[in-house]
């Protein structure tokens, strides 16, 4: 599948196109069928009641004297004025900050946030200069969020959607119960990162810690440093054209594309022996028997 | 859930109570149940700080004690100076923050662990710490209350610990708050945010070895743990790394010394622990909003992995 052009993607199957682009390679039948959104339903990206923001507004929020319930109102009252660039200043760790942005908004977060920052997102560009706390952009369902320095553990926690980039180093689990998107961190990661991940893929251009990709039903991990231990049912592949393509444009377009390439990148998946997504329920097996 | 905090300036002395106070109340969503400090002050030569409490304070009970207790407290503490002037203590300075709470600066040439045992023998008396620098101070209520009762904005010194504690396993009350003394080891405490799983089995080891408890709280355990260890001869980093796999559960917790401050995460890295380092200063607390609290310019932080031990020197 080497060398697939963006127009023989378009023109291809859904179940072909999802092959072609390495997303997975299971059996799509039963509960376990993919649904994917095409992108000429632009109404099931869009929410109706959300207003329409002019990026070239900008508006800046001093967070400092703020509680986090007065800062994500202020945010949602700017883009009610058609805000479309926000400005968080002194946010000083502060939790929750920016959580459920449903629609399109540049924002540039001057400083670190706390916990849970960014949770639920679906849409936004986010810059963060500072670090994050645990459990950023949990649940993230689209949009591109970059953190500059380091981030916490459980990064991108459920994510499903978008880009979610760390140019440090993060915390433990990162990636955790992971439904789609891309998790990109320019330095390592701690244990347990990919945990029953589902779908997506995740990009560690430092090493991994211990029990890498454990009970993952899906999806693929790079790995450019060591990998401490592999977890439960995760296991090695041959790193394709495909990916060498896709981690290249991915990692050039974020600006962390290492000097050597991706040649020495390992690829984890998973092994998929733990699978009984299309096994009967003990209920159902004593009906049909 | 509990929130912890150390901090530690290299080679000078700074306001360490007014800033453990900033981050601990910064921390206080965490746990407002109860806040203690363990704060090094410098060095007292030839002299000993002994904290001491002569009374229980629970959530139903008010700061002051009613005056049937207010008479058995004063008996208690007339008793315990009675110990301690039988056994030839010098009592240098003797100050109360509550009538329930004593400090005392004393000289003694005798063993220090046979003196601290007479002492709290003495009925519902409990040395709170014991060493030539180390403060310790723990209450009911949050960090602002109980550093402004014990008088902690003005304590110079080097480095220090705190803990606001929400309650779980234990009750609301001065016993199960942290931070905990290494009893009998001078100027060491622990505080500690997880729960320990194999609690009892280490306590049942730790007293057939002749460790004393004085609470059901499972972080009393790791101080008495590294009072073991210490006694062994392990150095306070062997100590730390051992915990690692011989106390089961989800941990963080910090130890201090006289001159050192230690860190260690447990094996799945479950309870969070922010990191700042530099040359001269070393902060760290389970969120990045208490580090924010004494450093609001743009710093690097980090999370500590699993596993992961650290120690410092002053």
């Known amino acids: 599948m080497a060398g697939v052009s963006d127009t023989e993607l378009r023109e291809m199957t859904q179940e072909d196109r999802v092959k072609a682009l390495g997303m997975t390679t299971e059996q799509l039948t039963g509960r376990s069928m993919f649904i994917e959104f095409k992108p000429e339903e632009e109404e099931r990206f869009t929410y109706p009641w959300l207003a329409d923001v002019d990026f070239n507004k900008r508006a800046e929020i001093d967070t400092d ?53 960014l949770g639920l997102i679906d849409g936004p560009n986010v810059r963060i200069q500072g670090r994050v706390g645990w459990s950023c952009a949990e649940n993230m369902m689209a949009g591109v969020v970059v953190v500059e320095k380091n981030a916490g553990s459980t990064f991108g926690a459920a994510m499903r959607g978008g880009d979610l980039v760390c140019r440090g180093s993060v915390g433990s689990r990162t990636g955790i119960d992971m439904k789609g998107g891309t998790i990109i961190v320019g330095g390592d990661t701690g244990a347990l990162s990919g945990f029953m991940m589902q779908r997506g893929r995740m990009i560690f251009c430092g090493n991994a810690g211990k029990n890498l990709g454990d009970s993952m039903y899906d999806g693929t991990i790079y790995v450019g440093g060591d990998i401490q231990s592999l977890g ?21 377009q974020y600006e962390m594309l290492p000097e050597k390439g991706v040649d020495h990148f390992t690829k984890i998946v998973a092994g998929k022996q733990l699978w009984n997504y299309d096994n009967l329920e003990p209920s159902e097996k004593k009906l049909i028997l | 859930m509990c929130g912890i905090a150390g901090l530690m300036h290299r080679g000078k002395v700074a306001n360490v109570g007014k800033e453990m106070t900033s981050m601990l109340q910064a921390l206080k969503h965490r746990g407002p149940d109860s806040t203690g400090f363990a704060v090094y002050g410098p060095p007292h030569p030839g002299e000993y700080i002994m904290r001491l409490k002569l009374d229980e304070r629970s959530d139903d009970m008010d700061a002051h004690v009613d005056f049937q207790n207010e008479k058995l407290v004063e008996q208690r503490l007339q008793e315990v100076e009675r ?14 923050a509550t009538p329930y709470a004593q400090r005392f600066i004393i000289r003694y040439d005798g063993d220090m662990e046979n003196l601290a045992r ?43 610990i705190g803990h606001t504690r929400m309650a779980t396993e234990s009750d609301v009350d001065i016993r199960s708050a942290h931070p905990y003394w290494a009893f009998p080891y001078n100027d060491v405490s622990v505080v ?12 049942r080891k730790m007293e057939r070895s002749g460790h004393r408890f004085m609470s059901s709280c499972d972080s009393e355990l790791l101080a008495v743990y590294t009072a073991h260890n210490l006694a062994e001869g392990a150095t306070l980093e062997d100590s730390l790394r051992e915990s690692i796999s011989e106390i089961d559960g989800v941990f963080t917790y910090l130890v201090a010394t006289k001159d050192q401050l230690g860190m260690a995460k447990d094996t799945m890295a479950a309870k969070p622990l922010v990191l700042y380092e530099s040359d001269d200063l070393i902060a760290m607390a389970s969120e990045e909003v208490a580090i924010r609290a004494i450093l609001p310019q743009e710093i690097d932080t980090y999370d500590p992995y699993d596993e992961e031990v650290r120690v410092w020197q002053a």
């Open chain 2, 192 to 203: 500690h945010n997880g729960q320990i799983t194999n609690y009892w089995i280490m306590r």
């Open chain 1, 65 to 117: 004297k703020m509680m986090t319930t007065e800062v994500n109102e202020r945010i949602r009252e700017l883009m009610n004025e058609g805000y479309g660039t926000i400005v968080i200043k002194n946010p000083r760790g502060k939790h929750s900050v920016a959580v459920g942005i449903l629609s399109r908004l540049n924002l540039i977060v001057e400083g670190s946030l706390g916990y849970f920052g």
């Open chain 1, 232 to 252: 439960v049912d995760a296991v090695p592949a041959e790193l394709t054209d495909l990916d060498r393509q896709w981690l290249t444009r991915k990692l050039t």
């Open chain 2, 83 to 96: 110990r301690m002037q039988e056994k030839g203590v010098d009592v240098r300075d003797r100050q109360e």
């Open chain 2, 118 to 160: 007479y002492i709290e023998d003495v009925d519902k008396v409990e040395i709170l710490s014991l060493g030539n620098s180390l403060e310790l101070i723990k209450d009911l209520g949050d960090a602002t209350t109980v550093s402004s009762q014990y008088e902690l904005g003005e304590f110079d010194g080097s480095h220090g």
